[in-house]
T-cell receptor, first 114, second 116 residues
Framework: EPEVTQTPSHQVTQMGQEVILRCVPISNHLYFYWYRQILGQKVEFLVSFYNNEISEKSEIFDDQFSVERPDGSNFTLKIRSTKLEDSAMYFC????????????FGPGTRLTVL | AQKVTQAQTEISVVEKEDVTLDCVYETRDTTYYLFWYKQPPSGELVFLIRRNSFDEQNEISGRYSWNFQKSTSSFNFTITASQVVDSAVYFCALSSGSSNTGKLIFGQGTTLQVKP
């Protein structure tokens, strides 16, 4: 069964460093998402991406964040200068198309900023 | 504004008990979609069910059942004869029909502990 994959599973970085989180969505999906879950809290929407551009972003998704689909398979989230409060689990999700389709989530990348 | 409320922060039951997880949502849209996801201790988010606002039929899948009531803006989830493997955090989520992006708005989650 097709699934969303994410790498790495755990990333440890120093404050101020740049990190890139990688995702491979399900191959025939058209809509891509990043969500964040701070430890013990709810899952929060960061950004949605469709047709090679951002379709919606939340207040959390400030200038420090960017997304890219560099080729036909990868979908990346970059944090330019990490802060302590960026420590969280980051989930990538994808769906095939149309509002009735379900979002399927990857296993997540746990980002720890020291 | 759209909002999902899961008032139960933690629930603890003994194996084989039935348990209901509550979800109340707020939206001004007439078309919307409701979801339940399970987050086991391993951390991934596992899709359980999707329901659209025009379909109020209750659904049963094995030991799981869902009760959607538009009149009370609730989409509750019942596990019958709970098992230890059901221990997880359960999230209810809402997606607006008027949003082309399909972003999900999650509730705070309910931690279910099933004791043997």
């Amino acid at each position: 069964e097709p699934e969303v994959t994410q790498t790495p599973s755990h990333q440890v970085t120093q404050m101020g460093q740049e990190v890139i989180l990688r995702c491979v969505p399900i191959s025939n999906h058209l809509y891509f998402y990043w969500y964040r879950q701070i430890l013990g809290q709810k899952v929060e929407f960061l950004v949605s991406f469709y047709n090679n551009e951002i379709s919606e972003k939340s207040e959390i998704f400030d200038d420090q964040f960017s997304v890219e689909r560099p080729d036909g398979s990868n979908f990346t989230l970059k944090i330019r200068s990490t802060k302590l409060e960026d420590s969280a689990m980051y989930f990538c999700a994808s769906r095939s198309g149309g509002p009735t389709d379900t979002q399927y989530f990857g296993p997540g990348t746990r980002l720890t900023v020291l | 504004a759209q909002k999902v409320t899961q008032a139960q922060t933690e629930i603890s039951v003994v194996e084989k008990e039935d348990v209901t997880l509550d979800c109340v949502y707020e939206t001004r849209d007439t078309t919307y979609y409701l979801f339940w996801y399970k987050q086991p201790p391993s951390g991934e988010l596992v899709f359980l069910i999707r329901r659209n606002s025009f379909d109020e039929q209750n659904e049963i899948s094995g030991r799981y059942s869902w009760n959607f009531q538009k009149s009370t803006s609730s989409f509750n989830f019942t596990i019958t004869a709970s098992q230890v493997v059901d221990s997880a955090v359960y999230f209810c989520a809402l997606s607006s029909g008027s949003s082309n992006t399909g972003k999900l708005i999650f509730g705070q989650g309910t931690t279910l502990q099933v004791k043997p």
